[in-house]
């Protein structure tokens, strides 16, 4: 949708005029429920394992809370910056992109504010797994074989890797 439409659409359907979104230029965050179901339907716990010559156990653990959106979104992007009081954004070509990886920022600010505010739907399982993984690298586990494989194990089954449950 936000790309427009497809070719064939438009041959399809050469009348159709698509309606041109406006600017919306004050986009505050009205309260801290709806950053709880904002981030229920747009928000991403991420844990990413990648390669490392310079770990002994090989491998390097990294945590991110992030939300994407349209770069017609960029205002909104930034006042997640100033609400949250930690993050920061991104803008590429179409895309707007909050960003938050800094350990203390996560357990000082973005794991008590969802623990007070709680998210809905599979993004709380979602959160949960997250918790558990800040917690074990709080803990130094992620530097040991048997922690990296218990952080694997919950990363797969995280975000898409997730049961659905319809």
């Not at 309606?19 to 009205?30: D, E, F, G, H, S």
Request: some cysteine; hydrophobic content about 35%.
């Amino acid at each position: 949708m936000n790309l427009g439409l497809s070719d064939y659409l438009i041959t399809a359907f050469p009348s159709i005029i698509p309606k041109i979104r406006p600017l919306v230029r004050n986009k505050t965050i009205p309260d801290p429920l709806w950053l709880a179901g904002f981030v229920s339907a747009e928000g991403c716990f991420f844990v990413g394992i990648s390669k490392s010559s310079t770990i002994k156990i090989k491998a390097n653990v990294q945590l991110e809370f992030n939300i994407t959106q349209h770069s017609r979104d960029y205002l909104l992007m930034k006042n997640l910056v100033e609400y949250l009081n930690c993050g920061k954004v991104y803008k590429k070509n179409n895309v707007s992109n909050y960003r938050l990886s800094k350990l203390s920022n996560l357990t000082e600010k973005i794991i008590p504010f969802f623990e007070k505010y709680p998210l809905i739907g599979t993004k709380s399982n979602d959160f949960e797994d997250f918790c558990t993984v800040v917690e074990m690298m709080k803990e130094k586990k992620h530097l040991t074989l048997e922690g990296l494989e218990q952080i694997r194990k919950i990363k797969a089954r995280m975000n898409t890797g997730r049961e659905k449950s319809f």
